[in-house]
C-alpha cells in the first residue's frame, strides 16, 4: 500500500489478521475483508489494485465484480499475476529446466511439477486457484463489464518468472 501513497490516500483490505497488524504498525488504514465481498461503498475508488491476489480466491468472479462494483466511473482497476503462459512456454522450449522460488530452484521433470507451484503449492499459506495469461485475465475482467483492457507493464519477478500487470477502464 506505501508503494501507491503518492495516487493518493490508500486503503488495504486483507482476510488474516497478521498482515493487518503489521500494515497498522505501520501507519496505513486497512480493513478486514475479503476481495470477493468487499467492506466498502459503491462508486468509493479511482483505483483498485489486485496484486498477486485474485489467482489466490476461488470466486474470481466475485474478485472482479466487487472491484467493479467499489471503482467510482472512470475509475481503473490494476491487476499483477503470475504469467503462467509465459513460465509453461520457457519449459516446453527447454528455455529453463527450473523455476526459481524464493530463492530455492525445483527441478521440472513433468507436469506436475508445475502444476505443483502454480495450482496445488502453499506458497505463504495460500494456493492458486487459477492460472492466468494476458488472454484469460482480460476475458475475466471483461466478463465483470470492464472494458479498454491494455497491458500497461510486463516485469521479471524472480520468484515465478514474469507477471504481468494490466489495467483496464471501467
Not at 489486485?50 to 489467482?55: F, G, N, R, T
Request: aromatic share 10%; net charge negative.
Amino acid at each position: 500500500a506505501h508503494h501507491l501513497a503518492h495516487y493518493g490516500q490508500v486503503t488495504g483490505v486483507d482476510l488474516h489478521s497478521r498482515p493487518l497488524e503489521v500494515a497498522r504498525q505501520r501507519g496505513l488504514q486497512v480493513q478486514e475483508g475479503s476481495a470477493d465481498d468487499l467492506p466498502f461503498d459503491d462508486a468509493t475508488f479511482d483505483l483498485v489494485t489486485l496484486l498477486d491476489v485474485v489467482e489466490h480466491v476461488p470466486n474470481e468472479h466475485g474478485v472482479f465484480g466487487e472491484c467493479y462494483r467499489v471503482l467510482k466511473p472512470g475509475g481503473k482497476l490494476g491487476v499483477v499475476v503470475p504469467d503462467t503462459r509465459e513460465v509453461l512456454t520457457r519449459w516446453l522450449w527447454g528455455m529453463a529446466d527450473v523455476i526459481p522460488m524464493a530463492d530455492m530452484y525445483w527441478p521440472i521433470k513433468d507436469l506436475d511439477a508445475v502444476n505443483h507451484l502454480f495450482l496445488y503449492s502453499d506458497v505463504q499459506g495460500s494456493r492458486h486457484q487459477w492460472m492466468y495469461d494476458k488472454f484469460t485475465l482480460a476475458r475475466a475482467m471483461q466478463r465483470a463489464g470492464f472494458g479498454d483492457l491494455r497491458e500497461i507493464d510486463r516485469h521479471f519477478d524472480p520468484r515465478l518468472g514474469s507477471p504481468a500487470w494490466y489495467q483496464c477502464g471501467h
